[in-house]
């Protein structure tokens, strides 16, 4: 099995479907980005990590997954399921190689008012966005349009497979997790 890249824009379900796979293929050793970062923003203040264009998370992180699944595949024998907004589409896809595959998430190019409306549809009680406003979510998910939108066109020109998680994301999960065994 290859190492899995859950990636895509915020809210589009990287955490619920990395959960789903590793309950059907518990073979996958299973890391979040933001668990990641985290951890590297309590140990090395310095380098910044908490701010979205710092160099290091720039250029550090994406490397630093890429290196750890790879290691992690060579000494365990088992692939790695990593989930999480660590870097572009593009930056991911210029690290990958053969024995890795990308599962984009995205909400099909919508407007910024209907992925707020697709983001309270999922909401759960414990996740972050629950709590807040619209006009919290607008303002923290400024350029989600424009992210989408271009991860949507680098997976269509790169034969990345696209999800559209904005309808029908249970049954499109399901779909996904029968499809890892094709990947």
């Avoid at 991860?151 to 029968?178: A, P, S, W």
Wanted: aromatic share 12%; hydrophobic share 30%.
């Amino acid at each position: 099995m290859k190492n899995l890249y859950i990636v895509g824009i915020p809210r589009a379900g990287k955490s619920t479907l990395s959960k789903l796979i590793k309950d059907k293929y518990p073979i996958y050793n299973q890391f979040s980005f933001e668990a990641i970062r985290n951890g590297f923003i309590e140990s090395q203040p310095e380098l910044d990590m908490g701010n979205r264009k710092s160099d290091a998370r720039k250029n550090i992180l994406p490397k630093h997954f890429i290196t750890f699944a790879r290691w992690n595949k060579k000494i365990l024998s088992c692939p790695s399921l990593i989930e999480g907004d660590f870097c572009s589409i593009k930056e991911l896809f210029d690290l990958v190689d053969e024995n890795d595959a990308i599962i984009c998430l995205g909400l099909g190019c919508r407007t910024i008012e209907e992925i707020i409306e697709g983001i309270r549809k999922n909401d759960k009680l414990n996740d972050y966005t629950n709590d807040w406003t619209n006009e919290q979510i607008y303002k923290h998910f400024y350029d989600i349009e424009e992210k989408d939108k271009y991860n949507y066109e680098f997976c269509k020109k790169n034969n990345i497979k696209y999800y559209d998680t904005y309808e029908n994301r249970k049954e499109l999960f399901e779909q996904i997790i029968e499809d890892i065994n094709n990947i």
